[in-house]
């Protein structure tokens, strides 16, 4: 599929995760939607609070307490505007959802169907012809969490024929996944010049990192086709998983570092009568039994098996508590500083019988969610 071509019948609905994520990803394609008479909307996940060096630096202060952060964020919300006024947009059409900064992946794992809930009315009142929303590959928590959130959005309460494209966009990791499936939106100079001021408008974060941010004008936007087949991923551990009804084996290889303590998999995706299930393990490092938790209740949800070492190993999970006919979703969580190592990875339906004996056994079919 191609990237769309904007005209004065579409609207155009953007989710950031926080105050910046407009410019960086989509500078370029919203003034496209502007200058075609669009009509467009942006919502944002968070406020961007917690970006605490940027506030010591600028406000000469160490210690950071609540009122400080509520007010980092309600300055970081005025950047925002300013730089889609450059971009062509006003302030009625943006709302913040003040969802927790650094915290996005955490409301994920906890019940959270009210904000999933939330996600959808917004979609639905609005009724978009096109989704800008971040992929499940970005490496910021905050990024990917949103996107699952939104993705459970689309499928718990859109209706199943919505004439809804769904474009994702990348801003944090070099995702081979993504790079895959990507498409180039072309950009001419006076856009990547507008683009430019739009992002320094984002005064608290070009204050540490200007070169770096600006940088994201240089480059072309890509976008991947959320409706697009799915490709082979080459992010985080998974070398090959083979699913089956009621056990998901994974091969993985942590070759970018061993396994270190308090390294997490977590498994997301909906139990028989339609609810979401999240469980988390941790991985002990070494051949041992697996204990997969509840992230709501905290009792064992089932148990499976980790064989291998701190480098390599087959991983066992059991699937029981999930549908065989919905996708899963899966991530460990390596963080460096608050940066995964990979974002989601999404693990198809499991095909009928009758399908998978007419099918080789799947090996890398994971796909971004």
Not at 26 to 39: K, N, R, S, T
Not at 45 to 53: I, Q, S
Not at 127 to 145: E, F, K, Q, R
Request: glycine share 6%; hydrophobic share 40%; net charge positive.
């Amino acid at each position: 599929m191609h990237l769309p071509l904007l005209d004065s019948r579409s609207r155009v609905l953007m989710f950031a995760p926080h105050p910046d994520d407009e410019s960086l990803a989509a500078g370029v394609f919203l003034q496209h939607a502007v200058a075609a008479g669009a009509e467009v909307r942006v919502i944002y996940g968070t406020d961007g609070e917690k970006n605490g060096w940027p506030q010591r630096l600028l406000e000469r202060k160490i210690r950071i307490r609540e009122t400080d952060r509520r007010r980092w964020g309600a300055r970081r919300q005025a950047e925002a505007l300013a730089a889609l006024a450059i971009l062509g947009i006003p302030a009625e059409r943006v709302e913040f959802l003040s969802l927790p900064d650094q915290g996005v992946t955490d409301l994920l794992l906890r019940a959270c169907r009210e904000t999933v809930r939330l996600l959808a009315d917004r979609i639905i009142s609005w009724h978009p012809t096109h989704l800008l929303v971040p992929s499940a590959s970005d490496t910021h928590p905050d990024h990917s969490g949103l996107a699952l959130l939104l993705r459970l959005a689309f499928d718990d309460f859109l209706p199943r024929r919505h004439q809804i494209q769904r474009l994702e966009y990348l801003v944090h990791g070099a995702s081979a996944t993504f790079a895959q499936m990507a498409r180039d939106f072309p950009q001419s100079l006076i856009e990547t010049r507008a683009k430019q001021r739009a992002i320094a408008r984002h005064v608290t974060q070009v204050a540490l990192s200007r070169r770096r941010f600006l940088a994201y004008a240089k480059r072309p936007e890509r976008f991947v086709i959320g409706n697009d087949s799915s490709a082979p991923i080459s992010d985080g551990p998974v070398e090959s998983f083979e699913r089956e009804p009621n056990r998901l084996r994974l091969q993985v290889a942590f070759a970018i570092k061993p396994l270190r303590e308090e390294t997490f998999l977590f498994l997301i995706g909906h139990d028989p009568g339609g609810d979401v299930r999240r469980l988390r393990a941790t991985l002990p490092g070494r051949t041992a039994r697996l204990d997969l938790i509840d992230c709501e209740t905290g009792v064992i949800a089932g148990v499976g098996a980790y064989r291998g070492d701190a480098f390599r190993a087959q991983i066992t999970l059991p699937t029981h508590n999930f549908a065989p006919d919905k996708a899963l979703h899966l991530k460990f969580d390596r963080r460096v500083w608050f940066f995964d190592e990979a974002g989601w990875a999404e693990i198809g339906p499991l095909l009928p019988e009758s399908v998978r004996r007419s099918r080789p056994a799947p090996t890398r079919e994971l796909a971004v969610a």
